[in-house]
């Protein structure tokens, strides 16, 4: 069955860094949009960025010029770099697969920053 495993979160104080790694098997990695979305308390979950097969980039308002995401298609994995890191960061952060008819997502995992 379809996997995608994040790893790379934890705690951070404000103005760190973390990055997130999304490792993706049983698919056809480089026919995949891949996408880093994420869900803190009480909100809904919300798209924070996002690179598609062909390498186009978008990125949420709120995370632009501190977040990078980039995709290692060798390694079937979607990293996201979080730089300047903001206790509104602070979410569930899940990976994203989303290809012609299916779309699948991580377990998610926790980033919590510190203010």
């Known amino acids: 069955q379809v996997q995608l495993v994040e790893s790379g979160g934890g705690l951070v104080q404000a103005g760190g860094s973390l990055r997130l790694s999304c490792a993706a098997s049983r698919i056809i990695f480089s026919m995949f949009d891949m996408g880093w979305y994420r869900q803190a308390p009480g909100k809904q979950r919300e798209l924070v960025a996002a690179?598609?097969?062909?390498?186009?980039?978008n990125y949420a308002e709120s995370v632009k010029g501190r977040f990078t995401i980039s995709r290692d298609s060798a390694k079937s994995t979607v990293f996201l770099q979080m730089n300047s890191m903001k206790p509104e960061d602070t979410a569930v952060y899940y990976c994203?697969?989303?290809?012609?008819?299916?779309?699948?997502w991580g377990q998610g995992i926790q980033v919590t920053v510190s203010s």
């Open positions: 994203n697969a989303a290809g012609r008819l299916r779309n699948y």
């Open positions: 690179v598609t097969a062909g390498g186009s980039i």
